[in-house]
């Protein structure tokens, strides 16, 4: 577990293990989250990242026959 400090100005380093895992480079939009109690930072990905996410998921969803 890395350890953080908040400098006087509210800012913190995020540590270079994390950065290289999670793929952050300088520029990169961060979500912050309070979430019980803590922060969760969740890195901003564009919506085209998502493509192809859920190829092989069944698309057949059986039907009432009153709503076909």
């Given at each position: 577990?890395?350890?953080?400090?908040?400098?006087?100005?509210?800012?913190?380093?995020?540590?270079?293990?994390?950065?290289?895992?999670?793929g952050?480079?300088?520029?990169?939009?961060?979500?912050?989250?309070?979430?019980?109690?803590r922060?969760?930072?969740?890195?901003?990905?564009?919506?085209?990242?998502?493509?192809?996410?859920?190829?092989?998921?069944?698309?057949?969803?059986?039907?009432?026959?009153?709503?076909?």
């Amino acid at each position: 577990m890395s350890m953080i400090t908040v400098s006087a100005k509210y800012q913190i380093v995020i540590p270079a293990k994390i950065r290289q895992a999670l793929g952050i480079k300088p520029g990169v939009k961060l979500h912050a989250i309070e979430y019980r109690g803590r922060i969760e930072l969740v890195p901003v990905r564009p919506a085209k990242a998502a493509r192809g996410s859920l190829r092989g998921i069944d698309t057949e969803v059986p039907r009432e026959a009153d709503r076909v």
